[in-house]
């Protein structure tokens, strides 16, 4: 089954506890991106990835890390959470290029509480 | 970065009713896409418009793309309690795919 993968879903973690959130897609996409999800702000996007070895800052950037070392992975690296990063998170990937509609496929989410 | 604004925010209508929802930037889009999140879940895809003035419809939903290409519309005819959700609009960068914009959403609630 085509899916994305986050892990874990739930986590609820202490101010400056380095903590990461997974990602994994089994589609062969080349684009992968994180999003946050605040009420009243819509999806804000955090950090993407073009493919394997390139990534670059979305617009909400800061607090954040991501690496591409594989296509099928894009972990999210908190290195010293703070309370402002509570959030709702999503993993999403697609293809790219000019043949396709450029589809996001979300992961489930994962609910992140940093006190 | 462009803005999407949608409206309205919140809807709240019974089952049977029609409602359109909004989304409006300043600038123009290349492509636009509407995405439907349920609670518990990620953003699902219903369509995606390229053309200006296009029309597309999904079963009782219909998306429509201004001629000038800034702004988009979806109605929805007599709403089912399982159209409940958020409505998403969104926009990918024309130049390669690269960064991919949400609007603010549009919570919609069914009741039967």
């Known amino acids: 089954e085509a899916q994305v993968t986050q892990n874990p879903r739930y986590l609820i973690t202490v101010t400056g506890k380095k903590l990461t959130v997974t990602c994994s897609q089994n589609m062969n996409h080349e684009y992968m991106s994180w999003y946050r999800q605040d009420p009243g702000l819509g999806l804000r996007q955090i950090y993407y990835?073009?493919?394997?070895?390139?990534?670059d800052k979305g617009d909400v950037p800061e607090g954040y890390k991501v690496s591409r070392k594989e296509k099928r992975n894009f972990p999210l690296i908190l290195e010293s959470p703070s309370p402002n990063q509570t959030s709702l998170y999503f993993c999403?990937?697609?293809?790219?290029?000019?043949?396709?509609?450029?589809?996001?496929?979300f992961g489930e989410g994962s609910r992140l509480t940093v006190l | 970065t462009q803005l999407l604004e949608q409206s309205p925010q919140f809807l709240s209508i019974q089952e049977g009713e029609n409602l359109t929802v909004y989304c409006n930037s300043s600038s123009v889009f290349s492509s636009l896409q509407w995405y439907r999140q349920e609670p518990g879940e990620g953003p699902v895809l219903l369509v995606t418009?390229?053309?200006?003035?296009e029309v597309k419809k999904l079963k009782r939903l219909t998306f429509q793309f201004g001629d000038a290409r800034k702004d988009s519309s979806l109605h929805i005819t007599a709403a089912q309690p399982g159209d409940t959700g958020l409505y998403l609009c969104?926009?990918?960068?024309?130049?390669?795919?690269?960064?991919?914009?949400f609007g603010t959403g549009t919570k919609l609630q069914v009741i039967p």
């Open positions: 418009v390229v053309t200006g003035g």
């Open positions: 999403a990937s697609s293809l790219i290029g000019p043949t396709n509609t450029g589809e996001l496929f």
């Open positions: 990835s073009m493919n394997v070895e390139v990534t």
């Open positions: 969104a926009f990918r960068d024309s130049g390669g795919y690269q960064k991919v914009t």
